[in-house]
């Protein structure tokens, strides 16, 4: 069965196909903050989305993560690592892009199970 929650203007929050939740484009809170902030940032909602779902970080299967300069991605990891417990990390692809929108220096996507 398929479920949409948080419908917004161009995507839902989440997409929910079976035991799979598909949660698109979060980003931080705070988008004055540095990247190691915002990626701490983004976990937290992305762990909040999830466990209203019925899920939690330690489901995640697969991320990607988009940022705006890859010079901080060390801060990024950082965050990730400190997020996820060892045994637990999803697989994860980090991309470089131009500009997701002002302030914004990083976007995660990622898919989990319940």
């Known amino acids: 069965m398929l479920k949409r929650y948080g419908q917004g203007k161009y995507f839902h929050r ?8 598909y949660l698109p484009s979060v980003t ?3 988008y004055g903050a540095d ?18 779902l019925g899920s939690d970080r330690s489901k995640i299967v697969m991320a990607n ?13 950082e965050a990730w690592v ?6 637990e990390l999803p ?7 131009a500009d997701l929108g002002e ?9 989990a199970v319940k």
Request: aromatic share 4%; net charge negative; with cysteine.
């Open 35 to 52: 990247t190691l902030e915002q990626a701490g940032q983004t976990a937290e909602k992305i762990e909040a989305l999830l466990k209203e």
């Open 28 to 30: 931080a809170h705070h």
């Open 82 to 87: 400190e997020f996820f417990a060892p045994g």
């Open 103 to 111: 302030g914004v220096l990083i976007e995660t996507v990622c898919v």
């Open 14 to 21: 989440a997409v929910e196909v079976g035991e799979t939740i």
């Open 65 to 77: 993560s988009y940022l705006t300069d890859m010079g901080p991605k060390d801060a990024m990891n």
């Open 91 to 97: 697989s994860r692809a980090t991309i470089g892009v």
